[in-house]
């Protein structure tokens, strides 16, 4: 029966660890979304003057694709090399996210399967600039430890938000924004 402390204590250890990576991956709970205070339309954010040709908007989504297609690869077990991510996103975001991950796979956490990503919205902050904005399900996309799912609560759908910038190469993530600065609405 020695066991049963050690099983015992690594499952509260995955419960903790699950609960971080939860609130790692954005989102928060209801309260705290209902808790903010809804804009009156004297109060939103004026949209930019600037507009993106239809060329960037593609673009600007295959980047949110691509960069979504490698941190969930990541994230379910596949080597943590940034060499492919490093094409379309910035060495700060790349290193921020692998960074994350490794910890997580280092205490034996990986996720199975993947979110539901959603409503990829593209809008324009400036000459070349842009922000990419997502709702990410997370509730199918489980984190599991020793083949267990760990037991961390389901919130549906919860904004992403990206900030991209278009460098002589092209346009690249720079920066993963606090979901509370979504424009869209999950």
Not at 42 to 48: G, Q, W, Y
Not at 57 to 73: F, G, K, Q, S, T
Not at 128 to 143: T, Y
Not at 147 to 159: C, D, F, N
């Given at each position: 029966?020695?066991?049963?402390?050690?099983?015992?204590?690594?499952?509260?250890?995955?419960?903790?660890?699950?609960?971080?990576?939860?609130?790692?991956?954005?989102?928060?709970?209801?309260?705290?979304?209902?808790?903010?205070?809804?804009?009156?339309?004297?109060?939103?954010?004026?949209?930019?003057?600037?507009?993106?040709?239809?060329?960037?908007?593609?673009?600007?989504?295959?980047?949110?694709?691509?960069?979504?297609?490698?941190?969930?690869?990541?994230?379910?077990?596949?080597?943590?090399?940034?060499?492919?991510?490093?094409?379309?996103?910035?060495?700060?975001?790349?290193?921020?996210?692998?960074?994350?991950?490794?910890?997580?796979?280092?205490?034996?956490?990986?996720?199975?399967?993947?979110?539901?990503?959603?409503?990829?919205?593209?809008?324009?902050?400036?000459?070349?600039?842009?922000?990419?904005?997502?709702?990410?399900?997370?509730?199918?996309?489980?984190i599991m430890a020793?083949?267990?799912?760990?037991?961390?609560?389901?919130?549906?759908?919860?904004?992403?938000?990206?900030?991209?910038?278009?460098?002589?190469?092209?346009?690249?993530?720079?920066?993963?924004?606090?979901q509370e600065e979504?424009?869209?609405?999950?």
């Amino acid at each position: 029966m020695t066991k049963t402390p050690i099983r015992r204590s690594r499952f509260l250890a995955v419960v903790v660890a699950a609960a971080l990576l939860s609130a790692c991956s954005g989102g928060g709970d209801d309260a705290d979304d209902a808790a903010l205070p809804v804009p009156t339309p004297a109060e939103e954010t004026p949209e930019s003057e600037e507009t993106l040709s239809e060329e960037d908007v593609r673009a600007l989504e295959d980047l949110h694709d691509r960069y979504w297609a490698e941190i969930i690869a990541i994230e379910n077990g596949a080597p943590l090399d940034g060499g492919s991510l490093l094409e379309f996103a910035s060495p700060d975001l790349v290193e921020k996210r692998l960074t994350m991950v490794a910890s997580y796979h280092d205490q034996g956490f990986f996720r199975e399967g993947e979110p539901a990503i959603t409503d990829v919205t593209v809008l324009s902050v400036g000459e070349d600039s842009a922000r990419v904005e997502s709702c990410v399900n997370e509730d199918d996309w489980p984190i599991m430890a020793d083949g267990v799912e760990a037991p961390i609560e389901k919130r549906g759908a919860t904004p992403r938000v990206f900030l991209a910038e278009l460098n002589p190469e092209g346009w690249i993530l720079v920066d993963q924004l606090p979901q509370e600065e979504a424009v869209i609405s999950c």
